[in-house]
């Protein structure tokens, strides 16, 4: 399975940053402070440049599926953690030159620093009610990116968690473990990232996921900084995934 186009540094839309976001998947392992800079401050250069950095690939080759990731701590340049993933996408998706100043900062501030910059709406953790494509989900401890919510209220998401850079799906608000986005999810990995999938088959995540995470859904109106030519805010998540994977959202 391929995705049906290639990403574009510098092309400000929502699908353009959800292909962006998937360039990782399924070839980059989870490395605490991979994308920081050495001070651990903010951007490193890896999540300042542009495409996906080789050593990433050639890092998750070497693995097995005991992979580690308290083994592998600060081991910059091997892979990323969810804030450098993140930080990642969004300079492959806002900048069209390496280099330029980045966007990885703590977990918990992304949604709230984002929107505070004009980019979208903020609502804490108790106010979310929806996940739309694109959404990106706070919480003290993880950030991750929506790729939107399934008929049960399941979601699909992107995010770098142990053991890496990955589509998941979270149970049923309701807590049902047998969810769409659970079975879609690990459908996705199989297809699109078969090796991965054959050492880190596990694509489910718990209600933590819907009930713990503050967001900031993208203003698309123009008004913001991306826009939605492609009607991705508009449209079901098969849609969005049938146009992302070439008519095989798998949903």
């Not at 399924?26 to 402070?33: E, K, L, N, V």
């Not at 996408?89 to 806002?94: A, G």
């Not at 770098?160 to 850079?165: C, D, K, M, T």
């Not at 933590?208 to 913001?224: K, P």
Request: glycine share 14%; proline share 5%.
């Amino acid at each position: 399975m391929r995705l049906a186009q290639e990403p574009c540094p510098g092309w400000r839309t929502l699908k353009n940053l959800l292909v962006t976001a998937l360039q990782p998947v399924g070839s980059t392992m989870y490395i605490y402070g991979g994308g920081w800079n050495e001070m651990d401050t903010g951007a490193g250069r890896e999540a300042c440049s542009l495409g996906c950095d080789p050593r990433w690939r050639r890092f998750f080759e070497e693995q097995n599926p005991a992979y580690d990731e308290r083994e592998h701590r600060y081991c910059l340049g091997c892979g990323l953690d969810c804030s450098g993933y993140l930080g990642w996408t969004l300079y492959n998706t806002l900048e069209a030159e390496k280099g330029k100043t980045g966007y990885v900062m703590s977990a918990a501030e992304m949604a709230s620093s984002f929107a505070c910059r004009g980019w979208g709406v903020y609502r804490g953790a108790e106010k979310v009610t929806e996940h739309l494509p694109g959404d990106i989900m706070s919480s003290p401890g993880h950030v991750w990116l929506s790729l939107g919510t399934c008929s049960d209220g399941s979601v699909l998401l992107l995010h770098a968690s142990p053991p890496g850079v990955m589509i998941s799906g979270t149970v049923t608000p309701g807590n049902r473990k047998n969810s769409e986005a659970i079975t879609v999810a690990s459908a996705l990995m199989k297809n699109y990232a078969p090796e991965w999938y054959g050492k880190f088959p596990q694509c489910s995540r718990g209600i933590s996921y819907l009930r713990e995470y503050a967001q900031m859904s993208w203003f698309l109106d123009g008004s913001g900084i991306l826009t939605d030519p492609d009607g991705y805010g508009k449209i079901n998540i098969k849609e969005v995934l049938r146009d992302l994977f070439h008519g095989k959202g798998g949903v």
